[in-house]
Structure formats: structure tokens, C-alpha cells
């Protein structure tokens, strides 16, 4: 199974909002509600932004969103902080009972 | 506070082998499927592989499937990761998780650095 599909970069001024897309297919976002974003800063571990399409665990700023619309999920970052400066990976259930990875988006803040 | 602290990683030649571990605190360790999930150096994250909570279920991403076996110990709250034949392309940062897609918890993670 290929990793599913993520821009390789994305960018935005401070309060602007910024929208990440993650593709695959009808066997892994599009067959199932099992999508998850992760932020990632130089050097540390991943932290969990959503999980099951739009669910935000506790901690996480309301500026962040998930959504789906077929084969394709986004993460909308709302109200751009400098501090969201980070890399952003999508993963999702897939079929034949693995999990894959999106490449990872490397959000600037400008 | 959960904690996820790997160890065991390091250098080691093709075609060795190493066996990472993951003590587990601060959760109730049988009530998660686990996971180890890694990055290669400037690379991304990459799924290796996922254990159910009681073991009964393991899961490998195909590049490593016959080479490397998941286990868990619940009653030590304990991940364990044994990695056999290794290639210069399984170097990489390997991260202990809590979850299988909805990845909660990570550890910081242990390098294995696969060369001659």
C-alpha cells in the first residue's frame, strides 16, 4: 500500500487559516472514519491534533479541525499562531489491517 | 502522567539483531493496543507494527513482516519489539505508542542505526 497523499508544504500569515488535505483511497480515509493528524515540532515526538475524522483530544486549541469528504481528509488551522510552525502527518485505518502514514506537510507561518 | 520509555536501540550491523523495549506508566496498559511506529533520519513517520490489548492480534507493515515480532507483557506493562535481519533501511528514530490510529501517547523515541 502507497502512504496516502499530502502537500509537501503549506504557509500562512498570523490569524489567517491554512487547510492540510491527506488522500488515499476508498480503502483506507475514504472506507473509514479512522483518520488521525499529528503535529510535530524539530526533534520531538508527535503529538495527537485529531483523531476519528474531527475529534480533538483534550488539550488541543479549538483552532484546530478535522473533516472528510471522500477519499479525502483536511486539518483546518483556524487564527495561524507562530507557534503552529510544525510538521503535520494524517494516518488512517487501512485495509488488510494496517495503518499508513500521510508523507507529512511542513506548515510555515509567515 | 502517562510515560512511554523505550530503550535497547543502537548500532548494529546488517543483518543483526536488537530487541527494543517500552515500559509503560501512568495508564492501564491492557485497556491499549500498542504500537511502534518510526522515522527515518529528515524522513516521515512509518507504521510498523500494532499488538492488541491482550496479544492475541499482531499487525506489520510488509517490510518487515517475518523479520520483526511485537510482544507485550501486561502484567509488566511492557512493549517489546524484537528485529531480526536488519537492513540499513530500518534505520530509524522507532517510537513506542499508545493506539493503533488514534495515537495518544508517544515515548521519545530510540535510535537504531543499522551499519557496517
Known amino acids: 500500500q502507497s502512504a496516502l497523499a499530502q502537500p509537501p508544504s503549506a504557509s500562512g500569515s498570523p490569524g489567517q487559516s491554512v487547510t492540510i488535505s491527506c488522500t488515499g483511497t476508498?480503502?483506507?480515509?475514504?472506507?473509514?472514519?479512522?483518520v488521525s493528524w499529528f503535529q510535530q515540532y524539530p526533534g520531538k515526538a508527535p503529538k495527537l491534533m485529531i483523531y476519528?475524522?474531527?475529534k480533538r483530544p483534550s488539550g488541543v486549541p479549538d483552532r484546530f479541525s478535522g473533516s472528510k469528504s471522500g477519499n479525502t481528509a483536511s486539518l483546518t488551522v483556524s487564527g495561524l499562531q507562530a507557534e503552529d510552525e510544525a510538521d503535520y502527518y494524517c494516518?488512517?485505518?487501512?485495509?488488510?489491517?494496517?495503518?499508513?502514514f500521510g508523507g507529512g506537510t511542513k506548515l510555515t507561518v509567515l | 502522567e502517562v510515560q512511554l520509555v523505550e530503550a535497547g536501540g543502537g548500532l548494529v550491523q546488517p543483518g543483526g539483531s536488537l530487541r527494543l523495549s517500552c515500559a509503560a506508566s501512568?495508564?492501564?496498559?491492557?485497556?491499549?493496543?500498542m504500537s511502534w511506529v518510526r522515522q527515518a533520519p529528515g524522513k516521515g513517520l512509518e507504521w510498523v507494527a500494532s499488538i492488541k490489548k491482550d496479544g492475541s492480534e499482531t499487525q506489520y507493515v510488509d517490510s518487515v513482516k517475518g523479520r520483526f515480532t511485537i510482544s507485550r507483557d501486561n502484567a509488566k506493562n511492557s512493549l517489546c519489539l524484537q528485529m531480526n535481519s536488519l537492513r540499513a533501511e530500518d534505520t530509524a528514530v522507532y517510537y513506542c505508542?499508545?493506539?493503533?490510529?488514534?495515537?495518544?501517547?508517544w515515548g521519545q523515541g530510540t535510535l537504531v542505526t543499522v551499519s557496517s
Open positions: 476519528e475524522v474531527n
Open positions: 476508498s480503502s483506507d480515509v475514504g472506507g473509514y472514519n479512522y
Open positions: 505508542v499508545r493506539g493503533r490510529v488514534a495515537m495518544g501517547y
Open positions: 501512568g495508564l492501564t496498559f491492557s485497556d491499549f493496543w
Open positions: 494516518n488512517s485505518h487501512a485495509g488488510s489491517n494496517i495503518v499508513l
